[in-house]
């Protein structure tokens, strides 16, 4: 009897484990894939942008790093409860957020892992680059990296913390807003799948 228990939980946990193993698979190449797609983008922007167009690309990666993490931090605060009431009024995007609940440490770890750090990485190399423009128009190389790679650093923390703050207090707001386009996204190609 004790054996016959015990074969479903080794199951459960082979099952558990090759589900862990895909999702290091999948992120890595999603990360990788991403990471190559904003990279590539960023610096095209950048290298054919003025001072100005290059500082608002900036801005622009580190609000993605931001608004990212605030989804993260949402998802894994948010509670089910007020999720199931809305859904079964059929409102629209809780079942998709019900879904991102149950995958809340997925979601955290694409969003706040994947994402907040790719959009880091890549803050920082648009930074030197703007460095470098800033360069031709005054001479000192040493002060336009420092003054650009502590405004990049005060900018992300202070607007992570800011978004920690707005992600804890209002998390069911959030995980609502980021599910309703996934929820109009799945409709839009069920209504192609049924023509």
Known sequence: ???NSA????KKK????NGNVRWIITIFFVAVLISSTISFLSSSLLASSGLVEA?????VIVMIGIIFDII???????GEKPFHSMASKKLPGAHEALTLLRNAEKVSSFCN???GD???VVSGSASAVIAVKALTQVQSDTVSQLIMSALVAGVTIAGKACGKNVAMSRSTQIVLLVSKPI???KSLFRRKRKK
């Open 7 to 10: 074969e479903p939980r080794s």
């Open 55 to 59: 500082f608002v690309v900036l801005l």
């Open 14 to 17: 082979k099952k558990k484990k």
């Open 72 to 78: 993260g931090v949402a998802v894994m605060s948010a």
């Open 118 to 120: 790719i959009c880091g």
């Open 113 to 115: 892992d994947v994402v």
């Open 183 to 185: 929820y109009y996204i």
């Open 1 to 3: 009897m004790a054996k």
